[in-house]
């Protein structure tokens, strides 16, 4: 069998060559080291991140919950709700009441003292345009 021109030129094994055909290239040591140092970063993030979300919300468990409200007075609005709260602590609580196009047409705040930690209340709210519904916003413990 006779090799032709082309085939006395071709070379015999893989393209890029073998790693002994490249003696300098430097070792590949100290990769996993980078993994671990990633891995404890986003660990001591995510940690982190998740210390300050639970830390933001603090100690602020107030339980509100709206009963009933009455809108039709056309001066002003009338609300229902209940609170619960620790019996040792006092909350304030701002109600609004709502147009139909969810504009806020009157809002308070209500101070609920320290010593019961249930409290069901009826609030009236002076509104500026006709309200369409009446909520409270939010409650926190002061």
Same mark, same amino acid.
């Given at each position: 069998?006779?090799?032709?021109? $082309?085939?006395?030129?071709? +070379?015999?094994?893989?393209?890029?060559?073998?790693?002994?055909?490249? /003696?300098?290239? /430097?070792?590949?040591?100290?990769? +996993?080291?980078? =993994?671990?140092?990633?891995?404890? #970063?986003?660990?001591?993030?995510?940690g982190g991140w998740g210390y300050v979300m639970w830390?933001?919300?603090?100690?602020?468990?107030?339980?509100?919950?709206?009963?009933? +409200?009455?809108?039709? =007075?056309?001066? *002003? $609005?009338?609300?229902? +709700?209940?609170?619960?709260?620790?019996?040792?602590?006092? $909350?304030?609580?701002? #109600? =609004?009441?709502?147009?139909?196009?969810?504009?806020? !047409?009157?809002?308070?705040?209500?101070?609920?003292?320290?010593?019961?930690? *249930?409290?069901? #209340?009826?609030?009236? #709210?002076?509104?500026?345009?006709? $309200?369409?519904?009446?909520?409270?916003? *939010?409650? *926190?413990? !002061?």
């Amino acid at each position: 069998m006779a090799t032709s021109e $082309a085939d006395q030129g071709r +070379f015999e094994g893989p393209v890029l060559g073998t790693p002994g055909d490249v /003696p300098d290239r /430097p070792e590949r040591g100290g990769r +996993f080291v980078v =993994h671990v140092v990633i891995a404890i #970063l986003c660990a001591v993030t995510a940690g982190g991140w998740g210390y300050v979300m639970w830390a933001a919300k603090g100690e602020t468990e107030v339980i509100n919950q709206v009963i009933a +409200f009455d809108v039709d =007075h056309g001066e *002003y $609005a009338e609300i229902t +709700f209940e609170v619960i709260k620790p019996d040792d602590r006092a $909350a304030v609580c701002r #109600l =609004h009441a709502m147009d139909v196009g969810h504009a806020e !047409v009157g809002s308070r705040e209500v101070e609920i003292p320290a010593g019961e930690g *249930y409290v069901r #209340l009826t609030e009236r #709210l002076q509104i500026s345009a006709p $309200a369409t519904s009446a909520d409270v916003e *939010y409650c *926190y413990l !002061v």
